[in-house]
């Protein structure tokens, strides 16, 4: 039975093939209220009018590739166009070979969107009832189990992709609210039939770049927030290690202006509590010098670089977000599949846009910034636990014990913690390995140049996870600190940060499993409310 809200009570996510944005994508992908996509009524003619010109050439007796003749090396083997519908089902049974885990919902969310919203570009001979029906699934929550392994990103997400055909046509499995059935019941129980495909519909729905760009697209806006949430952290730790202000002021920033590390660094001084970019003046040791012309201060001049250059850090993240959700929205906006039909001149034109070059390329650099804010971070951790640098807070950030209380010397606060996150760390950044520098010759040399950025997307994704995991272990440190210091040394907004933080993990009065009060505060940061309270709290 279809459980499925009404559609009158959905929001719609219009495909037109040209306006899809990455916010657009994950909030198809991980609805918080029931969405229904649609196909633009824009798309339908452009849709119709290259069938019209796929029917022409085909009546003509010419050759297609993928269409009247064989897929990628076997191009040279020319059929009969009585024989273009069965090519196409075959080419779904020979791809059906992924392996590895199955992506997780919101990926395939994703998939399905993008490849709809590229299909409605109107150059890919793809019959309207093809993505209507792709939708409908989306819209009943019939989704396709796709493996994560198995794609070279060139000629696209062949082996991925073909799972979404196949769902499109009832073969294998697919996934109901949730459930594991096979595809046909799948489709029955939501009120939708199968299809049979024409010629050059599998080539279309297999051939492209959509896969990737799922990942690619929920990436991006996940690592957007752990850019404010180490912004966050840095001045949750400045606070708490009684730092220096000073190393935030616009003069500085104005001076090297890269505008991610300005961003930062004006979001930092917000979070600080300052509404008007002053210098905060810090005054350090104003007395004269001894005779001996020497004397030991107090108090350092500088931070360490891990809390005194986190903008010049995060910045990077920032700045490379900006191109890299540049270069995943034309991708989620393009024709990227092979042959296309160029209604206006009449031609079938062959190419290579189902190359995943501009994706691997923004996901290794996407994965090599976020793994270098989550270094940062396991750096100011250190820093924050460390009885040698915490500026008289507790070793580990154990609860305040008195020398005669059972309880001293048993508690070790979070040794374990900073264990783990150095684990996490350093796992994140094994993953930065470049995954687009490992090109394979394929496919009997014809595809002897591939982009490898399905592997580089996923690698994104994994360091993203690993990285908000480290956040949020250092985020739970930075409370606790607090706690120690005394929660007047907080601003407005880091005070927000603090009560949200509580209100799923109380102060650690002794030792205790934190797990799973990283999971929570996790969630809380990939879900923006982290962002939300800090940002929606007075100065004061």
Known sequence: ?????????????LIDGHTLTVADVVNGARPTDPTRARLAEGAIQRIEQSLALKGKVIEAGLPIYGVTSGFGDS?????????????????????????GPVAAPDVLRATMIIRANCLARGASGVRPEILELLLECLNHDVLPPIPERGSVGASGDLVPLSYVAALLTGQGRALHGGEEKDSRTALADAGLSEVVLEAKEGLALV????FMSGFAALAVHDAAELAFAADLSTALASQ?????????????????PHPGTRTSARTIRRLLGDPEDRDPGVDVEGAALTEAGFRQLEEPIQDRYSVRCAPHVVGVLRDTLDWAT???EVEINSTNDNPLFDVEAGMVRNGGNFYGGHV????????TAVASVGDLLDRQL?????????????????????????????HHGFKGMQIAASGLTAEA??????????????????QDKVSMATIAARDARTVVELVRQVTAIHLLALCQAADLRGLECLSGPTRAAYELVRSVSPTLDGDRPLAEDIQRVAALIAAGDVRRAAEGADLG
Do not use: Y
Request: hydrophobic share 40%; glycine share 6%.
């Open 240 to 256: 708490v290690l009684q730092g220096n202000p000073g190393h935030f002021v616009p003069f500085i920033f104005n001076q090297k």
């Open 382 to 410: 250190e820093l924050v636990v460390d009885e040698k640098f915490n500026n008289g807070l507790t070793p580990n950030l154990i609860p305040r014990f008195a020398p005669d209380s059972w309880d001293a010397g048993l």
């Open 429 to 446: 950044l094994k993953t930065t390995m470049p995954a687009t520098s490992f090109s394979r010759s394929t496919e009997a040399h014809n």
């Open 1 to 13: 039975m279809d459980t499925s809200a009404p559609a009158a009570d959905k929001a719609e996510l």
């Open 360 to 367: 691997g390329q923004a996901m290794d650099a996407l994965k």
């Open 207 to 210: 051939n492209g770049t959509s």
């Open 75 to 99: 191009n040279t083997r020319q059929i009969s166009g009585k024989k273009s519908q069965a090519l196409q089902t075959n080419l779904i049974r020979f791809l059906s070979c992924g392996i």
């Open 326 to 328: 540049t270069w995943v």
